[in-house]
């Protein structure tokens, strides 16, 4: 090949038979065709080529091509015969050549293979081009596959038939061309990261076997999303319950790359109970269906039977009230025959309105109610089971996957022994002495829990309860084991305080003053009429709001009375107003905020006193989860500070606007019959309404200011001069 353009022929090897060779330096692989074989030369000796090896392929096709490894160790061979798989061959010691891997295509015939670096590039007719990891012969992983022809995947000689991956200027393109003309340009990214697990889902202990890919990978590092790590490549790991993300760093010659798949592990530990039980004879009761969920809970169906209905017991409704799942936002009913004791509803957390799933937790999913008959013998039972009904079968929905939870039945037994019980007052101000009392049973013993942490086991006894929202408990024992009964919130001992503090602000300024609650139990309604004095003679009331409040949430705020002109307005607050919102939790911070404005000619030492009364219907009231109740109001008076020290210039004009109206009227009025003393200066000798300087406001400072507002009499004759007193 010293002149390329004419080179010089110099000698032949010969073979049975020959489809493809190919040379490197001084040796030369020949793929052997019809005669099943391929072999092996030394031709470092032009003219007296040396045969190194030969290998006939047990049952082989037609030995298409062969290629060797950058090292020469191995090499690589394809039979172009459909179902004749391209084979690795082990070459170190060519007096044993072994086969050491096998791969095939969808299309299950290969054409060429060519090596370039650690990767098998394999033409592959109707499977277009596959690239296989062989970093470990032995071991080659599929990596990479491109379809080049769509239409079908059948061992006929249609598709790709040559690819090209040899790139001297390290582009990483690949070039590869189809029998029907089409020539296809590749780029090759090796700093990919990938990897995959198996199992994904599954009963918790679950243990996974992961294998991670990533062409020029030095090191690994996996975090498990449960805490722990590993730095294999191909690493297992147990995981406990729950839904887990997994993610794969790698040191690459570039830098690092790294690949998060979330929610990509579920360990499943989901269990339903409901326990066993005692009830009394002509009792209602409530079976808890109670969820240890370990994984996020989207869905839920609950295919409910109860046996020996209607014979002992009556099948009254099953709820989600008071349970976990009462905000989702689906409760379908799927199928309805509480006559013969079957039920079934599905439970969805969103259904449009953005709802999240049921966090993992443990506690009551929904709640079955039932009326026992009064007339069942002793010992008679009831058993509960969930599903199938119909065509709903018991199942759960989460991030990832539907399955079955782990249930088993349960079962009540009648008896005469009752767990019943009532308390005296269930309400009130805290301390709240309370007197329970249990229905007369055969119990021989009794023990309460007062849901504070303090119990008792006398059968009637009394409680002091600090303020708060209690569920009271009772098990009652008898002869024949052993009935409970809950009463969720049962007890409200309240000591909701409002209180808005003194203060002192300065005339001319902005002003904000908080409404601050301290509340013991959940608020979940709250109506605010507020009433400032001196409005408009010393303020005015700008607005009142929740925004950045503690009850900033609430989804309905609500200005339901609005007299701002003359210092009254009601805020009405509600949490879920439909879309689901909780109550207002246990706490202490500011609840509403009043703004006001303080004019600059306000008079220093005057006060913006707030007041909560009636305000036409509206009046202060708050709801928890069980009762409403009146709030406790520490009002609070704001002090001007900064102002004018003396409003004589405003005598006889009390609301001080520069005019004698109806306004001052009024204000006169309310001094002299209604005993407000808004307009009183204590910075002047007289009062501004004290119009004719008697030393009271009456009714003939009254009929003077009539006199100048509404009859145009001159105030230089009706009115003292107050500012020369």
Known sequence: MANPESPLWLNAVTTPDMHDMTAFNDTVYVAEANNHSFSIWDVADKMNPILLARVVIPGGGYVHNIWPTPDRKYLATTEETANKTMKIWNREDLSNITLVAEYLGPSNLAHNAHIE??????????????????????????VARFDTYLSADLPQFQGCWGVFPHNFNRSHRIYASNIDGRLFVFHQDTSVVSFWATPQIGAAPLNVSFTGFSPLATDWAWQFGDGDSAGAQNPTHVYPPGIFNVRLQVNLPSGTGSKTQTNFITALAETLTVSDTIVAQGASVYWEIRARNNVPIQEITLPVTLSNVPAFATFDSLSVVGCRTSYFQLKQTLLDQRGSGKFAIRLRADNGGGAPPLAPGDGPLARVYMKIQPDPPTGSTIAMSLGPVGSASLSATTLTTTYVPIFSGATAVVSTLSAQFSGTPTSGNAPLSVNFTPQPSDATGWKWSFGDGDSSLVQNPSHIYAPGLYDVRLEATGMVGTVAQTKARYITALAETLTVADTT??????????????NHVPITDLTLPVALSNVPAQASFDSISASGCRAGYFEY????????????????????????SPPLPPGDGAIAKIYMTIPPNAITGQKVALSMPALGIHQLIASTLSISFVPSLRRGAATITGGTSCDCHCHADPVCDGQ??????????????????????????????DVDCSGSTDVLDVARVIDVAFRAADPLTVFCDACSQ
């Open 660 to 689: 004698i109206d109806v306004l001052d009227v009024i204000q006169t009025v309310n001094v002299a019959f209604r005993a407000q003393a808004a307009a009183i200066d204590p910075a002047c000798l007289r009062e501004r309404t």
């Open 505 to 518: 602000v300065a005339a001319g300024s902005n002003v904000v003053w908080e409404i601050r609650a301290i």
């Open 557 to 580: 705020q609500q200005m339901v009375f609005d007299d701002r002109a003359h210092g009254a307005a009601v805020l009405q607050l509600t949490a879920n107003a439909g879309g689901g």
């Open 117 to 142: 670096g650690n990767y098998l590039y394999l033409s592959h007719y109707e499977s277009g081009v596959s690239v296989l990891d062989i970093t470990t012969p032995e071991c080659p992983v599929e």
